[in-house]
């Protein structure tokens, strides 16, 4: 009886792939990597036939991994295919987000303005946007997003980029772009053509395209990864890229183009940034700004190691000499004093001033810190004698992370009488408090 169909039962049959709409099949495979629809291919040639539609399946890829990011149909004005789309679009997102400018080609021209030291990519309709991230001027916690790199396809294919090494990309030019696309022509921006070269994994250079130098809409190719680099990596990874340039060859044909275009912009070396925000296991990871001692607005990153370690370095540290080893605070133990707290503790608080900007005002009780964290000054840790007198009391470099109840905190030390309090600088990728350069 169990063989037998009960009387009145419906028979639903099996469905094979092939029995599915088309529409529905297509939605099906844009969930496959290349390498998988290649193989899936080979299975018939129905499905050859199908997977060979660029207009259908790699659309389909396409606009179900970047559609809600950008406007798929729009890329190198419609007129490149979607399996190149596809290839290019992979590529690029693994640019998004935040990098750090780790190293600039030194020049001696005192006109040179000085860089801004944190960067963010977005996508825009039919490009990406680099954007330099800089304190703004106002003496509060807005910042500066200044787009400087523009990339794209385009209409016949090639990979091209604009860099604006001065003020940034007036309005009108975006506007073009997504009218006419990126083309090299003959308009009054003098716009520079760039590499953006790999350097192991996690840094690029962005440098001149040697021999091209300006033109009215340049053009650049691009190529760029992911990640976060120790320092010793960074440096091996520098070293062997600037040792396969000067090869014997090398020089010879380097000298052939600098005799063919003068430099006019510094390369500069940028790291990944990856985890710029904070989460349950890592609270105080991340980006942040916060008002330093001389008043102004400055950029910081909390990073927590491999064996449960914090530190936090200004981003504008990265640049500087000793920089690996000069965080503004570290600890070795990252386990938080929950309320309620001593009265000694309490006090450690309450007598400190918060560097916030005019206007602004922090509650001073201390039921807003919801639990406390015990941190060190580093400067004679690793460099001995960097400190100067403070060294000899190993008290005056202790200090404290207060963490608010909003995930934000402040730190200080208790040589100091001030707590410097750390807002969000991005939420979801997104930067808070953004401001239009004047």
């Known amino acids: 009886m169990s063989n037998q169909i009960a009387a009145g039962e419906t028979i639903i049959p099996e469905l094979q792939f092939s029995d599915f709409p088309e529409d529905v099949q297509l939605s099906i495979l844009s969930f496959l990597t290349p390498s998988e629809i290649s193989s899936f291919s080979c299975t018939s040639k129905r499905f050859l036939s199908l997977c060979r539609t660029d207009s259908k399946l790699w659309f389909s890829m396409c606009e179900r991994r970047w559609g809600s990011k950008t406007q798929i149909k729009k890329w190198g004005s419609g007129k490149i295919t979607y399996k190149f789309l596809y290839k290019t679009l992979l590529e690029y997102e693994n640019l998004i987000g935040f990098w750090r400018l780790s190293k600039k080609t030194e020049t001696h021209d005192e006109n040179v303005k000085k860089t801004p030291t944190l960067v963010v990519f977005e996508w825009g309709c039919c490009y990406i946007v680099g954007f330099r991230v800089s304190p703004s001027s106002n003496g509060g916690y807005g910042v500066v997003k200044s787009p400087f790199l523009l990339m794209g396809i385009s209409p016949k294919g090639e990979i091209v980029n604009f860099l604006e090494p001065n003020v940034g990309f007036r309005d009108d030019l975006l506007k073009s772009v997504v009218e006419k696309g990126l083309v090299c022509g003959n308009g009054d921006n003098e716009l520079l053509s760039v590499d953006v070269n790999r350097i192991g994994e996690f840094h690029i250079v962005i440098e001149e395209k040697v021999g091209f130098g300006f033109c009215g809409n340049g053009e650049s190719v691009v190529g760029f990864e992911s990640g976060s680099s120790p320092p010793d990596q960074e440096t091996s990874e520098i070293y062997?890229?600037?040792?396969?340039?000067?090869?014997?060859?090398?020089?010879?044909?380097?000298?052939?183009?600098?005799?063919?275009?003068?430099?006019?912009?510094?390369?500069e070396h940028f790291i990944k940034i990856v985890n710029y925000f904070p989460t349950d296991l890592r609270p105080l990871q991340g980006l942040w700004k916060g008002i330093c001692e001389d008043e102004n607005l400055d950029f910081y990153l909390v990073v927590y190691d491999d064996?449960?370690?914090?530190?936090?370095?200004?981003?504008?540290?990265?640049?500087?000499?000793?920089?690996?080893?000069?965080?503004?605070?570290?600890?070795?133990?990252?386990?938080?004093?929950?309320?309620?707290?001593?009265?000694?503790?309490?006090?450690?608080?309450?007598?400190?001033?918060?560097?916030?900007?005019?206007?602004?005002?922090?509650?001073?009780?201390?039921?807003?810190?919801?639990?406390?964290?015990?941190?060190?000054?580093?400067?004679?840790?690793?460099?001995?004698?960097?400190?100067?007198?403070?060294?000899?009391?190993?008290?005056?470099?202790?200090?404290?992370?207060?963490?608010?109840?909003?995930?934000?905190?402040?730190?200080?030390?208790?040589?100091?009488?001030?707590?410097?309090?750390?807002?969000?600088?991005?939420?979801?990728?997104?930067?808070?408090?953004?401001?239009?350069?004047?």
């Not at 000298?255 to 063919?260: G, L």
């Not at 100091?416 to 991005?426: P, V």
């Open 307 to 438: 064996i449960g370690g914090i530190a936090c370095r200004k981003i504008g540290d990265s640049c500087k000499p000793f920089s690996s080893y000069t965080p503004v605070f570290w600890t070795s133990n990252t386990t938080f004093f929950e309320s309620p707290f001593s009265s000694e503790e309490e006090d450690i608080y309450d007598t400190r001033e918060h560097l916030l900007p005019p206007g602004h005002l922090h509650c001073s009780e201390m039921e807003a810190v919801s639990r406390i964290l015990y941190i060190n000054s580093s400067y004679d840790l690793v460099i001995p004698g960097l400190a100067g007198p403070t060294a000899v009391n190993p008290h005056q470099v202790e200090g404290r992370i207060w963490q608010y109840g909003d995930g934000t905190f402040g730190f200080g030390f208790l040589r100091d009488n001030h707590i410097i309090d750390l807002k969000h600088i991005a939420v979801d990728g997104c930067l808070l408090d953004a401001m239009k350069p004047l």
């Open 240 to 267: 062997q890229y600037f040792a396969n340039r000067t090869s014997p060859v090398g020089r010879q044909r380097r000298r052939e183009k600098e005799r063919q275009w003068s430099r006019k912009w510094n390369a």
